[in-house]
């Protein structure tokens, strides 16, 4: 029983020192599997292209919070991700920052001060504008506390609409959590539900002059209905830390909107102790017969 290690080389010195530490073996990369049938984890973005390579596969753990990057798996092999404060919380961060950012017209303030132009513009308090925020799992629930805890008006959407600290709205009243949202909070994950939703239906039904703080997945949003929607008015300025593709290409026309500031997927980064932790539950959890932290439904994608 062994893990294999398939990440980032810089964050394996950590890996293997915690592995050792804890008496459980880790195979440091593909190149290093000399006998596949030890291998029952692999802990990767992208898994290895053959996976029929090791016939006692347990488990494929994303070395991220998201899933939807790696394939579809073989019968019988689990699909987990990795489930680590410091991600949330580095979520959490940049959501706070990209709020306050589009709340206090930073994108337009960050154009007049190319222009040296000093002019203000109406101020409002955060708990005149309301939040809405899409996707009410471990970091959008993080956010909401926050926001809340600022005075912003929070409201949520989820699958299920299951209740929490703020309303939150069940994905098939979709319409009536849009039409009270001011600002568009996406920490959805990417499914076959998902793709494409931040697109030309979903911004017609926001309240003109709307919004978007995107740190979900570049799929989720339909560029081209975001410039339509922002040349319309019917949007007034987006952040996004996630594109389709990745990285955005340096002559996208998204980059030099003023309307638009772009960060480079960098919300999170795992950090390498919190991986390897996480994935030492997990080889544990597979030892003891004991449900794997952070499995993931492959039916519904997340
Ligand atoms: P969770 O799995 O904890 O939460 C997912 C939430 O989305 C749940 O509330 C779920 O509803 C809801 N949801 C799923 N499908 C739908 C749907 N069709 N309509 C409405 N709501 C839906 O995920 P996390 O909070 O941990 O992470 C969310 C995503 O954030 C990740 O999948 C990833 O894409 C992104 N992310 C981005 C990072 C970055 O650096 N930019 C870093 C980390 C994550 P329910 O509660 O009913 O299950
Ligand atoms: C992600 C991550 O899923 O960085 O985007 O964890």
Redesign the pocket.
């Known amino acids: 029983m062994a893990l294999l290690f398939a990440s980032t080389a810089a964050r394996l010195p950590v890996w293997q020192a915690m592995f050792d530490d804890a008496g459980l073996p880790l195979i440091a990369g593909e190149a290093a599997v000399t006998d596949p049938a030890e291998v029952t984890a692999i802990a990767c973005w992208v898994p290895p292209a053959d996976l029929a390579r090791y016939p006692n596969l347990r488990v494929v753990l994303s070395v ?3 899933v ?1 990057h790696i394939p579809p798996l073989p019968q019988g092999v689990a699909l987990a991700r990795t489930l680590a404060p410091g ?2 919380a580095m ?1 959490r961060d940049w959501t706070l920052m990209a709020t306050l950012m589009l709340h206090r017209d930073m994108p337009a303030y960050l154009d007049q001060a190319r222009q040296g132009l000093w002019q203000s513009r109406p101020v409002r308090m955060a708990s005149e504008r309301r939040v809405g925020i ?7 629930g993080l956010v909401a506390e926050s926001l809340s805890s600022l005075g912003f008006d929070i409201a949520g ?4 609409g ?1 209740d929490g600290a703020v309303p939150i709205f069940a ?1 098939d009243r979709q319409d009536a959590f849009l039409a009270r949202t001011d600002l568009l909070i996406c ?5 076959e ?2 793709r494409g939703l931040l697109g030309r239906r979903t911004f017609a039904a926001l309240p003109r002059g709307a919004g978007l703080v995107h ?3 570049g799929a989720h949003l339909d560029a081209e209905a975001l410039r339509a929607a922002l040349d319309a008015g019917q949007l007034s300025g987006a952040i996004l ?2 594109t389709d593709p990745e990285p955005l290409p340096p002559d996208h026309w998204m980059w030099r909107d003023p309307r638009i500031v772009v960060t480079p ?4 980064q795992t950090d390498a102790a919190e991986g390897a932790r996480h994935a030492l539950a997990v080889m544990r959890a597979l030892r003891d017969g004991a449900p794997l932290p952070g499995q993931v439904d492959q039916a519904l994608g ?1």
């Open positions: 991220g919070a998201g939807d991600i949330e979520v899409m996707g009410m799992g471990r970091i959008g959407l989820s699958r299920s299951r994905a920490l959805l994950p990417l499914t539900a998902t740190a979900g997945r830390d996630v997927h960098i919300a999170a997340y």
